[in-house]
């Protein structure tokens, strides 16, 4: 028993370290500005913190674990580029590893594990340092040892990780909200259970405030500062708004696939005979509650519902399991293979080729700055802001600029930020800045997609390109499809 147990864990920890191979693009600026940058700035002393980290929006704990790996590595002088990147990947890969085997032993079901692992979203995020990555990994541990049925005081461990959760993350508090009000009402000892989750929300909220004011130098409370920035203030709205029904009609069919047919299949199903599948039922009133409230807040994206795809693989499989269907094993061959190929092709590309030139052109950037070996280089980055990772990735202390994207936190009337200002008129930016600016210095190198490197040529005259990297066959606004590296002649 217990070697069939490591045997599984052992290949699903393989299965995503091949996944921490494997991706090599870039999916959202937060994986690394939110992440690595932050941790990096707190162990080495430099490095750029957004405007979310200046407001105090941010819980440290997750920066403040990885910047522990990375106090290490510099004690022991193995703090090179390669084990800052990719180190915590591996201890995400190992997180994730141990979250799928949870899922198995909860779900006790081989299929659900492999449509979860097989899963090409959450492939492509799994492993990347990002806080939903964390919080997805997290809620299927919590999701496996949280008690369905009516239960005991005893049965609440699952609440430590939800404490935490809900504190690195305000929103997780979203989807756990019904969870945890089942438990409570479902329990023998309502008063005795209402006491205990008192204590460990506390004790969870004690820590975190605690590891945020000595990060930030000061008495903070991150979640209120959330809510107050980003609820009260609307602030989300400033990095795009999509419709109420947006996780309807587009986010769902991306995350589930194939198997949002079923899904909602599998909705009438238990809304139809809800006493057959009682914990069925907890899930689609969790799924139901989360997507709703997610689609009432302006700004969405689809990695804010990844925390939720353990509960459409359950759900989903109500369905399945009740098909008593025969079929012959070349059906059942084609079917498999339609479900296999939905997911690994979209998976290979997302992961390998689309979006892989920002991170790429870093990489060419740091060997150009250590071959030459200049006392003094500076470097100027014209794309959409956040788009490359920064000293997280270059590990060293250059001097770069690039173009901000601020929200108007200040209120300022007719406010556009800097990036704004720089895709409306890109010559009249540089020459403001740069070329008529006396007190500014020609940058040593420029990074710049290939569209906007063709609108600068007077800019980029006195410049030698000297790395070409493919980013993409679908550029979006503002974005190419080869980003390019130039140096000053």
Not at 135 to 156: D, G, N
Request: net charge positive; proline share 4%; charged share 15%.
């Amino acid at each position: 028993m217990y070697s069939s147990r490591f045997g599984l864990l052992s290949i699903l920890i393989l299965w995503r370290l091949i996944n921490v191979i494997l991706v090599r693009t870039v999916h959202v600026p937060d994986e690394y500005w939110q992440s690595l940058e932050v941790a990096h700035r707190l162990i080495f002393g430099y490095g750029y913190l957004t405007w979310e980290w200046t407001t105090m929006i941010r819980s440290y704990t997750y920066p403040f674990f990885i910047s522990i790996l990375y106090w290490i590595l510099a004690i022991f002088s193995m703090d090179s580029v390669l084990l800052l990147t990719t180190l915590p990947r591996i201890l995400q890969a190992i997180l994730v590893a141990y979250s799928d085997y949870r899922f198995y032993k909860w779900t006790r079901s081989r299929w659900m594990l492999i449509s979860l692992c097989l899963n090409w979203y959450w492939y492509y995020c799994a492993t990347r340092t990002l806080i939903n990555s964390v919080e997805t990994a997290c809620t299927i541990i919590a999701l496996s040892i949280f008690p369905w049925k009516e239960s005991h005081v005893q049965s609440i461990k699952f609440l430590w990780i939800v404490g935490f959760l809900c504190m690195m993350r305000p929103t997780a508090a979203i989807m756990w909200l019904p969870m945890c009000l089942h438990h409570i009402c479902t329990s023998m000892e309502k008063t005795r259970l209402l006491g205990r989750y008192i204590l460990i929300c506390s004790t969870c909220a004690v820590v975190s405030v605690l590891i945020d004011s000595y990060c930030y130098g000061t008495y903070v409370i991150t979640p209120w500062k959330f809510f107050q920035v980003n609820v009260l203030g609307n602030i989300g709205s400033t990095y795009g708004v999509k419709p109420a029904l947006w996780y309807i009609y587009s986010a769902l069919p991306v995350l589930l696939g194939m198997y949002f047919i079923p899904f909602l299949f599998s909705c009438c199903l238990i809304i139809k005979r809800s006493a057959l599948f009682p914990r069925e039922s907890i899930m689609l009133v969790t799924i139901g509650w989360t997507v709703i409230v997610y689609s009432l807040l302006a700004h969405k994206e689809f990695r804010f519902i990844l925390p939720l795809l353990p509960l459409f693989i359950c759900t989903s499989f109500v369905c399945l399991n009740r098909l008593n269907i025969r079929v012959t094993g070349h059906v059942r061959k084609r079917v498999i293979a339609i479900l296999v190929c939905s997911n690994v092709i979209p998976g290979l590309f997302f992961s390998t080729i689309h979006q892989r030139g920002t991170l790429a052109i870093m990489e060419r950037l740091r060997n150009e700055i250590n071959r030459t070996n200049t006392s003094f280089t500076d470097t100027l980055i014209l794309t959409p802001c956040h788009s490359t990772p920064l000293y997280s990735h270059l590990h060293l202390n250059t001097s770069i600029r690039f173009l901000t994207c601020e929200p108007n936190l200040n209120n300022i009337e007719d406010y556009v930020d800097e990036a704004d200002q720089f895709f409306t008129n890109p010559a009249a930016w540089l020459s403001n800045n740069y070329i008529n600016n006396k007190k500014a210095t020609a940058p040593t190198y420029v990074i710049a997609f290939d569209n906007t490197a063709n609108e600068i040529p007077e800019f980029l005259r006195t410049y030698k390109l000297i790395t070409k990297e493919f980013h993409t066959y679908f550029p979006e606004r503002n974005y190419g499809k080869n980003i390019l590296l130039y140096k000053h002649i």
